[in-house]
């Protein structure tokens, strides 16, 4: 499921680049709402350790955040 989710990330991520989207509120929200759609049952926060917007806040770098997302994935 890890896979998965990285995948469905990565392609979140470059599709809001190639749009040219560069706020982090809107990858925050949209990491968010990928993470709800693989794990229905629990909020994004339950599959995470990562604090998706501070995150992206410090670094500024949605690819970053990915990995971070990752690394702190909870397994069940």
Do not use: R, S
């Not at 991520?13 to 706020?23: K, R, S």
């Amino acid at each position: 499921m890890k896979l998965k989710l990285e995948n469905a990330l990565y392609e979140k991520c470059h599709e809001l680049q190639n749009n040219g989207i560069t706020h982090i509120k809107q990858y925050e929200i949209a990491f968010q709402d990928v993470i709800e759609e693989l794990f229905p049952d629990k909020c994004w926060w339950e599959v995470t350790g990562c604090e998706i917007f501070l995150h992206l806040f410090e670094y500024g770098d949605p690819e970053k955040t990915i990995t971070e997302i990752l690394n702190k994935f909870k397994e069940d």
